[in-house]
T-cell receptor
Framework: DAGVTQSPTHLIKTRGQQVTLRCSPK?????VSWYQQALGQGPQFIFQ???????QRGNFPDRFSGHQFPNYSSELNVNALLLGDSALYLC?????????????FGNGTRLTVT | GQQLNQSPQSMFIQEGEDVSMNCTSS?????WLWYKQDPGEGPVLLIA?????ELTSNGRLTAQFGITRKDSFLNISASIPSDVGIYFC???????????FGQGTRLTINP
């Protein structure tokens, strides 16, 4: 039973570029959430996708966008990259968006912006 | 938005010692979660607390949901090398899965 998988594991981009990160949820899960974890900090909620729609959003600019596909996998897109976007991006999946179903996290994508 | 403050920020202990860390908030939480993150991995849920005053154990780990709903504690008994990592508290912010995390407590164990 595969857990949450994310790709790529590491990525280096230049300021101003665009990036797409991918996530496959744990088998049986239908909800995907994305978090940004800066070095030495706890994860910060970016947004959540359920039924291919963005359901909740954290305090992140419109440069951060996402998508969920019919197979429940998800993408996180970041446009016009800034140096401050360098972080570990974590995907978490769960069953349903609003209940107490625990989040299962992937191992993240480490994004470095130079 | 809601913020969680964890203390201490880091701990250096001897193997076999007991560990205690806490998490406080200026606002009420209805759920408290404790996660552990190992290097290069995502956070893993250790304990979930859903009721004020609740005391829950998971092996050598014990966590408590504070009576005021504004704090929670995590204790680890008889620490072992694999307990090394960063421990985060978290709680829901306007949504069961829109979690707010503390800044973490980094645990280092000297053998």
């Amino acid at each position: 039973d595969a857990g949450v998988t994310q790709s790529p594991t590491h990525l280096i981009k230049t300021r101003g570029q665009q990036v797409t990160l991918r996530c496959s949820p744990k088998s049986g899960h239908d909800t995907v959430s994305w978090y940004q974890q800066a070095l030495g900090q706890g994860p910060q909620f970016i947004f959540q996708y359920y039924e291919e729609e963005e359901r909740q959003r954290g305090n992140f600019p419109d440069r951060f966008s996402g998508h969920q596909f019919p197979n429940y996998s998800s993408e996180l897109n970041v446009n016009a990259l800034l140096l401050g976007d360098s972080a570990l991006y974590l995907c978490a999946s769960s069953l349903g968006p609003g209940n107490n179903s625990p989040l299962h996290f992937g191992n993240g994508t480490r994004l470095t912006v130079t | 938005g809601q913020q969680l403050n964890q203390s201490p920020q880091s701990m250096f202990i001897q193997e076999g010692e007991d560990v205690s860390m806490n998490c406080t908030s200026s606002s009420i939480f209805n759920t408290w979660l404790w996660y552990k993150q190992d290097p290069g991995e995502g956070p893993v849920l250790l304990i979930a607390l859903y009721k004020a005053g609740e005391l829950t154990s998971n092996g050598r780990l014990t966590a408590q949901f504070g009576i005021t709903r504004k704090d929670s504690f995590l204790n680890i008994s008889a620490s072992i090398p694999s307990d090394v990592g960063i421990y985060f508290c978290a709680g829901p912010d306007q949504g069961a899965q829109k979690l707010v995390f503390g800044q973490g407590t980094r645990l280092t164990i000297n053998p």
